[in-house]
């Protein structure tokens, strides 16, 4: 019974700090003063001491524990005394850096530096004695007086080559990409221009079985709202009115949409959710995730990818590998920045290969061990082809075993692999003034594995 | 900005903060006041500008101001006197219309942490809390429990507290929360804030107002509320219903957390809870950030503790990606096999194989360990992917494959066949002592069963020279004097030769004694070696626990939802398990059993036989007497299956006393049928209370310790007593 006493008495941040990679002290705050500014040193000895395998999130340094999590590069500590809720904590910082990132337009080092003193004002609405007092946007608009730099000056014409979500969309046809990359506050003096940014962000993770058949299939989605407008009226979101929620349920009469789980933000009414599906919600500026929906174990479409390989050893020792990789999406999408890895068996050095066209690359990374096939670009309904061959001089006696599973990491822009779309966007009162509504769909993965 | 040494950095900012053209200029003189708190961020000292910063204080440019504030926070405590000199434009600033003006002041006059400022402090933190602007109130009642802090051997203020009990009516909700952890922390000594029904009812109403921030305090708080009747305790918890299924991580594991308290003695509600919270928890696993997902890890793992079929049926969301750091890969595999069922092992396997050519040698190790830990359940499965994988012909991999199999092989013996045909050829993979070192253990055990075992330990007895690890010569002296004993002939020769070397030329004391230890056994003659190394390979009727049984909640709840689950080799060391070279020595040295039975020999070690009357213990199930004996940390290390004769029990404990702990080793025997022939198949019989089993407790201590091993027996024989009598 002590225990529980105990462990609900306070559970505040003591110090919260910013270290770049190399571990240059960006920001430090010590909230309560309970322990000294030389553990930023102790934090980045420990946590630059760690092998691979050992968990990072939570170290100790006497009665203080460290908790960070790393975003843009950087680390973002927290230390408390008191055996904090780790959620909390870790929620906590990511919100942080989500906050840091709308104030200040991206999130790096350099975006850092250049706003110390805007961070620092931040902080100090956000964390009070080492209590989290608001993490909300539309509270610390008013209280946030530092203008944000911009490491360049924004225009929404300047068709800088980040992509979208940091891909490569040379033909894009929705708003270029760097137009949400721009502080929240830069809207109040720019007057006029009001923009919404609505994402529809699918991850999915996939493990195809060697005989072809379907293993495992996670999608986990979220819609994400970004807002740059300066009076934020009522927003209405219409979803497909197909969309389902669970495995009986099923509605209207084209292709279901269907997800396992759907959770909402606090701030979204769902009065005319299960009638219509519409979200209605007041957006704060900034960034918010708005709804977020996993599907797990069944996909409404078949997989983007196949793979087709052959591998043989022949006679000079060589390991050939002929992959054939078809790529089964509709023929006006396509899927971009493709990486193949596929990992080879140990002892190989060096590896000559036929690519079907000039824009793609491979190489050998002998790191990990793995060839990367990079495609910048490929359409649905196409088909490429690879020929690897490796020299290895000092095989093992199954090399055939060590090859593979081949892990695809791609985008794909303009949609989703659950069929999610948004019907309309909505905001009443009509904005005065031009404003923009910008809908972006894009599915990622970074997991797409197919067993050979 | 040129490279300069603090102190030439200092001056030059000194010069531009004194320079009036400067500071004429709001815009040059809030950039040079940047300048300075850069260099502050950045590590340099700047203390001696304070009486500078001290000027720009006085401004009506906020910003400056916070910058300003940032600086004197920092470096006060340095400059006391001087730091009563920002005093007065603190406190006038407190009288300021704008209400971001006056919390500003309001916060910093406290955050300055000078004791000696408190009397000036006081009269504007009063103010504060009557104010009409909610941001001056949260300021101003956090500025309380500051001020409480910093001189914590002042009387508390009654007012204020009372103050404070008030405001937690406050229409605003951070208001309300921070009057929480301000009267947390001023009645810290009183053990927090008092929390009754009129509170709790009122704060459970207003949680729908309040942020995630916000309610996780509430819910913490409220732990310690204690209701004072069934009904009201089912009407708290229909409340937080809604809460213990929050998208939000941080209020879902805060939810979880009071429902464990709140009904320790209700436990069909707290494994209700522990579904409800299956959808959330599987939902932070897949987060998008990574230490979100490995926090909602780790506390599975403790829910599993006491449900392990919780989440059976979604075990393909433990999966690694390939993209995964490889601690997060880790905690899935040790998910994965607590995981597997007949249903799922099949794919389970099949994708565990897959991470076991990772190119990470941590991952794959972890990988095989776990196919190896469910080989325990499912044997020719997991033997003949272990088997596959060492045809791979690779150090780490095989390494890891055979201190795997000498695992397996000691739980379940019926795969030493698999296990034997596999290890021959490879002694040329392995080069790591580990590896080495449990090939040597398994060639101990099973090698007349191995065709090549004398030549594979020729090889290591002609490089022992150059053999680095005592481990491994140890283990080989022990393996080479088995293999004696049971092939003498065609190892004789090499025997004399390592006996030779470990004795003349070895300079490791543990490893020559131990040559001379076998010289001399061997001196007594081959009856007396056979005796002394024959151990067993694996006790057939004593089958260590495999799966553990489920644990009460109360085990772990009170560590849920800390850092406690995070931290480093907090997952089970069971299920990552490496070398366990204790297995060896309790097999080769003597066989616990056998020293016990023959106490007559070893007089000093036994310390007390008895016998207790117990009609249950050797009928009841494994788990049932386990759960019992842990209720009384009694720890059971293994036992024979339960009407198997005769039926034995192992147990150890640490006995506390006088600031020190003390081991207590224990054996349960029951002779059953065999002793009392004429009461035979009277446990069968109807009426099996006619006559009470007698079970005789041995127990072992070292220093013997009179008082606590009576304590002990005497517990002991209150946890038999209490076993249900369990026929089948």
Not at chain 2, 180 to 209: D, F, S, V, Y
Not at chain 2, 625 to 645: D, E, G, P, R
Request: aromatic share 6%.
């Amino acid at each position: 019974m002590t225990k529980h006493f105990a462990s609900t008495i306070a559970a505040m941040i003591s110090q919260v700090f910013i270290l770049s990679s190399q571990g240059d002290h960006l920001i430090y705050k010590d909230f309560r003063g309970e322990a000294g500014s030389d553990v930023v040193g102790v934090f980045y000895e420990k946590v630059t001491a760690l092998t691979g395998d050992q968990p990072p999130v939570v170290m100790n340094h006497g009665d203080l524990h460290f908790v960070h999590v790393r975003q843009g590069g950087l680390y973002w500590v927290a230390t408390t005394t008191a055996d904090s809720s780790p959620f909390t904590l870790i929620e906590f910082l990511n919100r942080l850096a989500a906050l840091v990132k709308d104030y200040c337009g991206s999130l790096c080092e350099k975006s850092v530096q250049m706003n110390f003193a805007l961070i620092y004002e931040l902080l100090d609405e956000v964390v009070d004695y080492g209590y989290i007092q608001t993490t909300s946007s539309d509270v610390l608009k008013n209280f946030i007086q530092t203008e944000a730099v911009c490491s360049k000056p924004f225009s929404l014409f300047d068709l800088s080559n980040v992509g979208l979500f940091g891909a490569e969309t040379q033909q894009s046809k929705v708003a270029p990409s760097s137009a949400a990359t721009r502080p929240v506050q830069s809207s109040r003096e720019q007057g006029g221009k009001s923009e919404i940014f609505v994402d529809v962000i699918e991850r999915m993770s996939v493990v195809i079985g060697s005989n072809g058949v379907v293993m495992k299939a996670d999608v986990e989605g979220e819609i994400r709202v970004k807002c740059f407008m300066p009076s934020c009226s009522e927003m209405r979101i219409g979803l497909n009115e197909e969309f389902s929620i669970g495995k009986s349920q099923i509605r209207g009469y084209g292709a279901a949409v269907r997800v396992d789980e759907c959770s909402f933000h606090q701030a979204v009414r769902l009065d005319e959710f299960s009638s219509s599906r519409i979200l209605r919600l007041c957006p704060s500026p900034g960034e918010q995730t708005v709804m977020q929906y996993q599907l797990s174990d069944e996909l409404p479409s078949a997989p983007p990818f196949r793979l087709y390989p052959t591998i043989e050893r022949d006679s000079g020792g060589r390991l050939l590998m002929y992959l054939k990789l078809r790529c089964d999406l509709l023929p006006r999408s396509a899927a971009i920045n493709v990486c193949v890895t596929i990992p080879v068996p140990r002892g190989s050095v060096s590896v000559s290969q036929e690519l079907s066209s000039p824009d793609q690359s491979a190489e050998l990374k002998l790191q990990s061990r793995a060839i990367e096939w990079r495609i910048p670009r490929f359409p649905g309904g196409t088909q490429l082809s690879a020929l690897f061959k490796l020299e290895a001089p000092a095989l093992g006696p199954a090399p055939l075993m060590e090859v593979g599973p081949v892990v695809l990491a791609f985008e794909l822009p303009h949609l989703t692999v659950t069929g999610l779309q948004i019907r309309f966007l909505r905001l009443s009162p009509v904005q005065p003034g031009p404003s923009q509504r910008w809908i972006r769909y894009v599915t990622h993965s970074d997991s797409y594995v197919i067993r050979v | 900005m040129p490279y300069l040494g603090s102190e030439d950095t200092v001056r030059e900012l000194r010069r531009h903060l004194s320079n009036p053209n400067v500071q004429s200029d709001p815009l040059r003189y809030r950039s040079s006041i940047l300048k300075v708190i850069r260099a502050m961020s950045q590590g340099v000292d700047v203390a001696g500008l304070f009486s500078e910063m001290v000027k720009a204080c006085a401004t009506v440019d906020i910003v400056q101001k916070k910058l300003v504030y940032v600086f004197l926070c920092s470096y006060a405590t340095l400059n006391p006197e001087l730091s009563l000199l920002v005093i007065n434009t603190l406190r006038k600033d407190c009288q300021d219309p704008n209400p971001m003006v006056r919390s500003l002041a309001l916060r910093n006059m406290v955050n300055l942490r000078l004791p000696s400022l408190a009397e000036y402090v006081e009269q504007p933190l009063s103010a504060g809390l009557r104010d009409r602007a909610a941001c001056v109130r949260r300021v101003a009642v956090l500025g309380w429990a500051k001020l409480h802090n910093l001189q914590p051997a002042s009387e508390i203020d009654a007012a204020v507290v009372n103050e404070l009990y008030g405001l937690l009516r406050d229409p605003d909700p951070v208001v309300m929360v921070n009057c929480l952890r301000a009267l947390e922390e001023i009645l810290k000594e009183e053990g927090g804030m008092a929390i009754n029904k009129p509170i709790t009812h009122h704060l459970l109403n207003r949680l729908g107002q309040l942020d995630v921030w916000g309610q996780c305090e509430v819910l913490r708080v409220l732990q310690r509320y204690r209701p004072q009747s069934e009904s009201e305790l089912f009407d708290i918890l229909s409340l937080l219903d809604a809460s213990l299924v929050s998208p939000h991580p941080p209020v879902m594991a805060a939810t979880l957390s009071l429902f464990l308290v709140l009904c320790p003695d209700l436990p069909a509600v707290s494994f209700a809870a522990l579904e409800r919270v299956r959808g959330p928890l599987l939902a932070a696993c897949g987060s998008a950030s990574r230490e979100t997902r490995f926090t909602a890890l780790c506390h599975i793992q403790l829910l599993l503790r006491s449900l392990p079929g919780l989440m059976g049926a979604h075990y393909k969301r433990f999966f690694c990606g390939y993209a995964e750091p490889a601690y997060i890969k880790q905690r899935k595999m040790q998910v994965l096999v607590e995981l597997v069922n007949d249903d799922n092992v099949a794919m389970l396997l099949d994708e565990l194989r897959g991470y076991c050519t990772d190119v990470n040698a941590d991952t794959a190790q972890a990988a095989i360990s776990a196919i190896g830990r469910i080989g325990r359940s499912y044997s020719d499965q997991c033997l003949q992917i272990l088997t596959g994988l060492l045809g791979l012909q690779q150090e780490h991999i095989t390494s890891a494959v055979v201190q795997t199999m000498r695992d397996l092989v000691w739980v379940c013996p019926q795969c030493s066949d698999t296990v034997c045909s596999a290890l021959e050829g490879c002694e040329e993979t392995l080069q790591d002592s580990q590896g080495r070192q449990a090939l040597l253990w398994l060639l101990a055990v099973h090698g007349e069963r191995v065709r090549s075992a004398p030549y594979t330990l020729e090889g290591f007895i002609d490089g022992v020279r150059g053999e680095a690890s005592p481990g491994v010569k140890m283990e080989l002296l022990t393996t080479t004097m088995r293999l004696f004993v049971c092939r003498p002939a065609e190892t004789q020769d090499m025997l004399g030769r390592l006996l030779h070397h470990c004795i003349e030329e070895e300079t490791d004391m543990c490893v020559r004694d131990q040559a001379l230890l076998y010289y001399r056994l061997l001196r007594c003659g081959m009856e007396e070696t056979r005796r002394v190394l024959g151990g067993r390979r694996s006790e057939p009727s004593l089958g260590v626990l495999i799966g553990r049984p489920a644990e009460p909640i109360s085990q772990w709840a009170s560590s849920f939802n800390t850092l406690e689950p995070l931290k480093q080799g907090a997952g089970e060391t069971e299920t990552t398990g490496r070398a366990s070279p204790q297995h060896v020595t309790f097999d080769l040295d003597s066989d616990l059993s056998d020293t016990l039975n023959s106490g007559a020999e070893e007089l000093d070690y036994v310390c007390l036989e008895e016998r207790i009357r117990c009609p249950a213990v050797p009928h009841c199930s494994p788990q049932s007497l386990q759960a019992a004996m842990q209720l009384v940390n009694i720890q059971t290390l293994a036992f024979t299956a339960a009407h198997a004769s005769p039926w034995r029990v192992y147990l150890y404990t640490h006995a506390q006393q006088a600031a020190r702990s003390a081991l207590i080793l224990g054996q349960l025997l029951y002779a059953g049928e065999d002793e009392d022939e004429d009461e035979a198949g009277l446990s069968e019989g109807p009426s099996p209370r006619g006559r009470e089993e007698e079970v005789k407790v041995t127990l072992k201590q070292r220093p013997r310790d009179e008082k606590a091993l009576q304590g002990f027996l005497s517990i002991l024989t209150a946890v038999l007593h209490t076993l249900p009598f369990n026929t089948h």
